[in-house]
T-cell receptor
Framework: KNQVEQSPQSLIILEGKNCTLQ??????????LRWYKQDTGRGPVSLTI?????NTKSNGRYTATLDADTKQSSLHITASQLSDSASYIC???????????????FGTGTRLTVIP | DTGVSQNPRHKITKRGQNVTFRCDPI?????LYWYRQTLGQGPEFLTY????????KSRLLSDRFSAERPKGSFSTLEIQRTEQGDSAMYLC????????????FGQGTRLTVV
């Protein structure tokens, strides 16, 4: 069964601190993994997208890692800011683009709160 | 702004009424997805189009729900005889049909059924 699990469910950190969010998946065949940031009441916005051959990708203070062997990914946020408060959703894509099947599997997200 | 536009942003309706939402994807994107998201949960897949063809529907899409994409451009999602359990954020996303392509989400339509 294709599943994406994220941990922790929620996290509170002090402004300026670093944090790491986890994503484990059982999706197969794997195509790519994406991290999205979703502010309250808004749609998700892409942070990174990684393919099977990539094991790290950065976007400013966000760094995502991927271990395709263990089927795990992490999102590391450096020097957190109040504006980082949001839900972070891990999305894994199945490699069935040509068949037309739904190919995006979502985690339930990690709710990050950065406090001053 | 991701380029995917959804209208309205908010909708409050009485139970039993019908509602219709619209999604305008990025113009060159041929894939369009609808998702439903409740508080504290990730988006749940409802249905998806490739051009004008509706290729897959989730079991969440009961017979009260219908989606169309008549010309392969904008899409509508209609909910008939709304129920309080339909209250959620309805998200639309679009993408190209090619390997490892990005999916861009709209801001969503927040539906409240009273």
């Amino acid at each position: 069964k294709n599943q994406v699990e994220q941990s922790p469910q929620s996290l509170i950190i002090l402004e300026g601190k670093n944090c790491t969010l986890q994503c484990n998946y059982t999706v197969s065949p794997f195509s790519n993994l994406r991290w999205y940031k979703q502010d309250t009441g808004r749609g998700p916005v892409s942070l990174t997208i990684m393919t099977f051959s990539e094991n790290t990708k950065s976007n400013g203070r966000y760094t995502a890692t991927l271990d395709a062997d263990t089927k795990q990914s992490s999102l590391h946020i450096t020097a957190s800011q109040l504006s980082d408060s949001a839900s972070y959703i891990c999305v894994v894509s199945v490699g069935r683009f040509q068949t037309g099947a739904n190919n995006l599997f979502f985690g339930t997200g990690t709710r990050l709160t950065v406090i001053p | 702004d991701t380029g995917v536009s959804q209208n309205p942003r908010h909708k409050i309706t009485k139970r039993g009424q019908n509602v219709t939402f619209r999604c305008d994807p990025i113009s060159e994107h041929n894939r369009l997805y609808w998702y439903r998201q409740t508080l504290g949960q990730g988006p749940e897949f409802l249905t998806y189009f490739q051009n004008e063809a509706q290729l897959e529907k989730s079991r969440l899409l009961s017979d009260r729900f219908s989606a169309e994409r008549p010309k392969g451009s904008f899409s509508t999602l209609e909910i008939q005889r709304t129920e309080q359990g339909d209250s959620a954020m309805y998200l639309c996303a679009s993408s190209l049909v090619s390997g490892n392509t990005e999916a861009f989400f709209g801001q969503g339509t927040r539906l409240t059924v009273v």
